[in-house]
Nanobody, 125 residues
Framework: QVQLVESGGGLVQAGGSLRLSCAAS????????MAWFRQAPGKEREFVAA????????KYADSVKGRFTISRDNAKNTVYLQMNSLKPEDTAVYYC??????????????????WGQGTQVTVSS
């Protein structure tokens, strides 16, 4: 069982930056594939970024590539999402997700077993 708790969301002006954190419980954090998804009002949940168990491989949605960076610190059981050059269209609830090996680098939500409660990111124009 893994519990995920996101933090770091908030209100920021367009062009600004935020860093989201996702703290995971459990001693086997390093075995899990991790990812960030987001859901804007009235829209479906969408993939943002994923990172392999070692942190050595990452994948991004085209809409955030070059602006967002996902990373993980297995010693701290934490995954991060550094968000730069934020745009109003980045406004959403951001969710952290964890899954087994079948979830590695996957962009669909279904392979991920564990989800956080979400953190709101609002970007004003």
């Amino acid at each position: 069982q893994v519990q995920l708790v996101e933090s770091g969301g908030g209100l920021v002006q367009a062009g600004g930056s935020l860093r989201l954190s996702c703290a995971a419980s459990g001693r086997t954090f390093r075995n899990y594939a991790m990812a960030w998804f987001r859901q804007a009002p009235g829209k479906e949940r969408e993939f943002v970024a994923a990172v392999s168990w070692s942190g050595g491989t990452t994948k991004y949605a085209d809409s955030v590539k070059g602006r967002f960076t996902i990373s993980r610190d297995n010693a701290k059981n934490t995954v991060y999402l550094q968000m730069n050059s934020l745009k109003p269209e980045d406004t959403a609830v951001y969710y952290c997700a964890a899954g087994g090996t079948t979830a590695t680098m996957r962009t669909e939500s279904t392979p991920y077993t564990y989800w956080g409660q979400g953190t709101q990111v609002t970007v004003s124009s």
